[in-house]
């Protein structure tokens, strides 16, 4: 079984800068995909950016040049390095770990942009 838990959100104002961690349990990490979503008031859950077991990376226009996903496999960690932030980048913040066509999921944490 794999437990995922977030941490990092809070509240910042336009153009700061937030970091998010998302710790893994089990022995699944290292040789999993890991992924950061998003989900708005009132809006679908969206991707935000993924990084592969290897290291490749890949980000939703929105985060291109402003966020950098990372992971930190001696930590069972992935992290959300987000910068410049904007109103608009103010959701719930999950992260996802996705191996053999399973996903698991965490809880969220939130992140709120406002002056």
């Known amino acids: 079984q794999v437990q995922l838990v977030e941490s990092g959100g809070g509240l910042v104002q336009p153009g700061g800068s937030l970091r998010l961690s998302c710790a893994a349990s089990?022995?699944?990490?290292?040789?999993?995909?890991m992924g950061w979503y998003r989900q708005a008031p009132g809006k679908q859950r969206e991707l935000v950016a993924t990084i592969s077991s290897v290291g490749n990376t890949n980000y939703t226009d929105s985060a291109k040049g402003r966020f950098t996903i990372s992971r930190a496999n001696f930590q069972n960690t992935v992290f959300l390095q987000m910068n410049s932030l904007k109103p608009e980048d103010t959701a719930v913040y999950y992260c996802?770990?996705?191996?053999?066509?399973?996903?698991?999921w965490g809880k969220g944490t939130l992140v709120t942009v406002s002056s």
């Open positions: 089990g022995s699944l990490f290292r040789t999993s995909a």
């Open positions: 996802r770990l996705s191996r053999g066509g399973v996903d698991y």
